[in-house]
């Protein structure tokens, strides 16, 4: 995957120069058309669907739907991808059915605003906090795949180190400069390129592969026998783990993402970027439907990749995507696919570093600096930009995984989020004390598990010849833990808003403006009308 063994070296780094120029200049034009808190969170609230829509697919179109899921599926086929993309598209349509519409309509700024309205500032706390450790995680893992994307290509005189320094450096500038309006325009840019890139090189994979009937015929992965299932396998359970411990792991690996990525601040800023609710609702209709259609082709790639190098070496399988586009494909489908992986690699990583900033901005810095103007919300706004991405950049160098540490950013709003955030929206008993202790109860209930799990059950699963794979073990018990923890949580919100209704009267759901928010017509079901 060194380009200096690479005869069209120079034209790949031709290509990624280009899209590094456009994205800071993209920044640079983007900064000189905000001047509000509101233009730079959500874009002033004026995208059309085709941006909106772009946008939220590329925000997730990153990293862990590209190199990690081909990485992944070539060594557990289907099975290892069910996280992402099929339960990243899960949760688009869960959140344009069900989330959207009203969030849109209360033009909030930040999810947490949601939860300071309905269950006050304790909650909102929490929120905060909570989502800003998951999005140190979400941009370290795009900082992990950037630093691994240049490596390949630069060899040693690239150091992966090096590398993610590099992309951290970048993406924090031109975030700094533009915001959300210089996000989504260069979302709306690089999908064209990614999308096209992956289904080029899956179609020449294909025709190496042997074609459709080769695919198709007794295809295993690495680690499984069977690698076009998203179900346990007969003998094998899922990932290697059987009974309910198997079902604890597999409804996990649906729920991290496909429940919940719902309440992330990425997702909900970009649908309130939408000029109206139905542009929002449809926007991620149609992202669910244009990420699942592109994001299973990584895995695809990864699965031919194993019938035609079943050997590759283990240490590089990160970069398997990239070997693989300079390998099958003609020179300039390779040049411009790895400057355009390289650029949705920083789509992500913006998102997140944008999304972490707004919600420290919006919701703790006024509990020690109320009452900001909006020219000073802007200001900190940009400067929590620059203390986001120097923060993924030290978590990106210490832990450097990609797919896991991705996937691990949603288990920890899974646990601790999706209970408060979706009882709020729609049982009205819902009150502080259940959020809270749904909150608390969940993410303590989710450590607890991890450590019960890890020691009765990954170690042994992951044990072979007397070697233990504790990298393997730990991730195994951070999932399956995460099953058991949603059901405490969503428990607790039940119980404790019942048994505290005198003491805690439930708030109600209000706007932005502290306005009741209507709640009619409330489900994601618009008529495609006034979109464009």
Known sequence: MNLGNYEYGGLVLTGIALFFGVRLAIGYWAARRVSSAADYIVAGRRLPLYIAAASIMATWF?????????????????????????????????????????????????????????????????????????????????????????????????????????????????????????????????????????????????????GWSALLSDTPAQHVSQAFTLLPIAGEGFLGYSGWIGGCYWFAAWASLGLGSIACQDLMQRSMSARNEATAVWGSYSAAALYLFFGVMSPL???????????????????????????????????????????????????????????VTENILPWWRPGLSDRQKLLWTRIMVVVNGTMSIVIAVAIATIYRL?????????????????????????????????????????LAGFFYFYHAETQAANTVEGALNLEDAVWDAVYISCTPALLISVALMIAVSLLTQRNHPPLPLTDVDGQPLPLEKRLGCLPPKGLV
């Open 406 to 446: 991705a996937t691990i950013s949603w288990a920890i709003l899974l646990v601790g989020l999706f209970a408060p955030f979706a009882f709020g929206m729609y049982w009205k008993k819902a009150n502080a004390a259940g959020a809270v202790a749904a909150f608390l109860g969940g993410f303590l209930a989710w």
């Open 301 to 359: 790639v990864g699965v031919m990749m194993y019938k035609l190098h079943p050997h590759f070496p283990v240490e590089q399988l990160d970069g398997l995507l990239v070997a693989t586009a300079l390998k099958y494909t003609p020179p300039v489908v390779a040049a411009v696919f790895v400057a355009a992986l390289s650029s949705a690699l920083m789509s992500t990583s913006d998102s997140s570093i944008l999304a972490g900033a707004s919600v």
């Open 62 to 210: 990153g990293a862990e739907a590209l190199m990690g899921a081909s990485s992944q599926a070539y060594q557990y086929g289907l099975q290892g991808v069910v996280f992402d993309p099929f339960g990243a598209a899960l949760c688009l349509l869960i959140s344009g059915a069900f989330f959207i519409r009203l969030m849109r309509r209360a033009r909030y700024l930040t999810v947490v605003d949601f939860f300071e309205k309905r269950y006050g500032r304790t909650m909102s706390l929490f929120g905060s906090l909570t989502q800003l450790v998951t999005y140190f995680a979400w941009t370290a893992a795009q900082i992990v795949a950037g630093g691994h994307v240049l490596h390949g290509l630069f060899g040693d005189r690239m150091p992966p180190l090096a590398g993610m320094i590099t992309v951290g450096v970048i993406v924090t500038l031109y975030t700094t400069m533009g915001g959300m309006l210089a996000d989504t325009l260069l979302d709306f840019i690089q999908m064209f390129f990614t999308a096209g890139g992956i289904t080029v090189i899956f179609f020449y994979v294909l025709k190496a592969c042997g």
